[in-house]
């Protein structure tokens, strides 16, 4: 995939503890339908939890989330997210996004798309499935795809900047300036001092932002 990663978010519910036990349940839902799809293999875990079957194509992917929300008997409490961290499939050459980039031939050139064509590829999926959150959709430095997005759907959906923002102060300014996002990924050691990331994430909720604090790779429940 091209993606990233899908992320379920149970946002219908009342309390964080209804939240968790939703959570917990459309994950293992999840697991059955991957398992009577793709096999057994296909239940291991990454590094952070998350599952990693076969799925060729992104819209798979949303379609087997789609069918686990439903058969876990939480559709109406629960939203999806992306993130797509499109700077690793980004060609500087020619300013196209390979959405096959991972093919191991070499993509054909239907799969490499414009930022306009990006565009509409995230209008069809905001049409098509709950989806309320979309981190890193372009390059990070394509600001101008940033801005023309936020135009056409960010009163709608969170457009998250990872790779855009790096927790830093100054691109969290350019990207107030260029109106290319609506919500920081807050990374506390990313940008590499405590005041920074703070005034980063200062900055981002005094425009009326949302402030996602990541976790990292690797961490326990512990930590």
């Known amino acids: 995939l091209a993606c990233q990663e899908f992320m379920i978010l149970p946002v219908g519910a009342k309390t964080f503890r209804e939240a968790m036990q939703v959570g917990a349940e459309v994950y293992h839902t999840l697991k059955g339908v991957i398992k009577k799809k793709y096999g057994q293999d296909a239940c291991n875990v990454g590094d952070e939890g998350g599952f990693a079957p076969s799925v060729q194509d992104n819209n798979e992917a949303l379609d087997v989330l ?5 058969k876990s008997g939480h559709k109406g ?16 050459e020619t300013g196209k996004y390979d959405l096959d980039f991972k093919a191991p031939d070499g993509s054909a050139d239907s799969m490499k798309k414009s930022a306009a064509d990006m565009i509409s590829y995230y209008k069809a999926w905001i049409e098509k499935y709950p989806l309320i959150s979309i981190e ?5 430095d394509d600001w101008s795809a940033y801005s023309a997005f936020m135009k056409e759907v960010g009163g709608k959906v969170q457009i998250v900047g990872d790779d855009l923002l790096v927790t830093n102060p100054t ?9 290319a996002c609506n919500a920081l990924l807050l990374k506390v050691n990313q940008i590499g001092s405590v005041t920074e990331a703070i005034t980063a994430a200062m900055l981002s909720i005094k425009k009326g932002w949302g402030v996602m604090v990541s976790h990292r790779s690797g961490e326990t429940e512990d930590s």
């Open 136 to 140: 890193d959709p372009f390059d990070q």
């Open 171 to 179: 691109r969290v300014k350019m990207a107030l300036e260029k109106d």
């Open 66 to 70: 789609m069918e686990a929300i439903e």
């Open 77 to 92: 409490k629960v939203k999806i997210g992306t993130d797509v961290a499109a700077s690793e499939f980004f060609i500087k």
